[in-house]
């Protein structure tokens, strides 16, 4: 379901899912694309009011992330092409081997295949290589970032990773944290932002004043941390 929103002469669609979930929630992502999720039984007239009322941060967010377009064509798993871990570039080497494996040697991913021209081998090791470095590195750095939050009161959260194409993390309203796999390629200051944004969820569900106040006190810098994020290639 979609719905038409107006800011001044600017024009939007929204696209509408409803599940289940105790509060709406609204996401501009990289390609543009507004989404909004409805707790199930919401009134679209309810819904519209409250889109209405953040026209103007959906207005900002469409203006920031078209500066990034047009985005970047999905990666082929070719030799010479460039890949992110820790927010720096490593080329990609494939060539024949006798066991498929891949590893980080100096300024480039080492990749060995029986036969190097299939693709989706290639792909699904790559991905299998950041899914296992992104969950230990994850781990670590919510060991890192969880106890001054759990010095205010925050519960130690269920943690989920899973690969996702359009958001880096999310915390549920029972206190499950879901991180993005993809963060892996990403610098370890702004990893450390989206799960520090995430824990304060655990406190503050809501982006409100008090969320912010105290992301402001944890990490007085986290808007530019999060700028750098939206650099991040995935």
């Known amino acids: 379901m979609q719905i038409d929103l107006s800011f001044g002469a600017r024009k939007f669609?929204?696209?509408?899912?409803?599940?289940?979930?105790?509060?709406?929630?609204?996401t501009v992502q990289p390609d543009l694309k507004i989404t909004a999720r409805a707790p199930a039984g919401y009134e679209l007239e309810d819904i519209w009011k409250r889109l209405k009322k953040r026209a103007s941060?959906?207005?900002?967010?469409?203006?920031?992330?078209?500066?990034?377009?047009?985005?970047?064509?999905?990666?082929?798993?070719?030799?010479?092409?460039?890949?992110?871990?820790?927010?720096?570039q490593y080329r990609l080497r494939i060539r024949p081997g006798e066991r498929a494996r891949v590893r980080l040697v100096g300024r480039f991913?080492?990749?060995?295949?029986?036969?190097?021209?299939?693709?989706?081998?290639?792909?699904?090791?790559?991905?299998?290589?950041?899914?296992?470095?992104?969950?230990?590195?994850?781990?670590?750095?919510?060991?890192?970032?969880?106890?001054?939050?759990?010095?205010?009161g925050a519960a130690e959260p269920e943690v989920r990773y899973r690969r996702m194409k359009k958001r880096w993390g999310s915390c549920s309203g029972n206190g499950v944290l879901m991180l993005?796999?993809?963060?892996?390629?990403?610098?370890?200051?702004?990893?450390?932002?989206?799960?520090?944004?995430?824990?304060?969820?655990?406190?503050?569900?809501?982006h409100d004043r008090k969320f912010y106040q105290l992301l402001g006190r944890?990490?007085?810098?986290?808007?530019?941390?999060?700028?750098?994020?939206?650099?991040?290639?995935i």
């Not at 203006?63 to 720096?88: A, C, I, N």
């Not at 993809?182 to 995430?198: G, Q, W």
């Not at 944890?218 to 290639?233: G, N, Q, T």
């Open 13 to 26: 669609v929204v696209d509408v899912t409803f599940g289940e979930r105790k509060r709406l929630s609204v």
């Open 57 to 88: 941060w959906i207005a900002r967010q469409v203006d920031y992330f078209e500066r990034f377009q047009p985005l970047p064509t999905e990666r082929k798993f070719v030799s010479g092409e460039t890949h992110y871990y820790l927010g720096r």
């Open 218 to 233: 944890l990490l007085p810098d986290w808007e530019k941390r999060k700028e750098r994020l939206e650099k991040v290639i």
């Open 109 to 152: 991913f080492e990749m060995e295949l029986p036969d190097p021209t299939k693709r989706e081998k290639a792909r699904a090791l790559m991905l299998g290589w950041y899914s296992t470095h992104a969950r230990n590195l994850l781990a670590r750095r919510l060991t890192q970032c969880l106890p001054p939050l759990s010095v205010m």
């Open 180 to 206: 993005n796999t993809e963060l892996v390629k990403a610098p370890i200051h702004c990893i450390d932002y989206v799960i520090i944004h995430e824990l304060c969820h655990l406190l503050f569900p809501n």
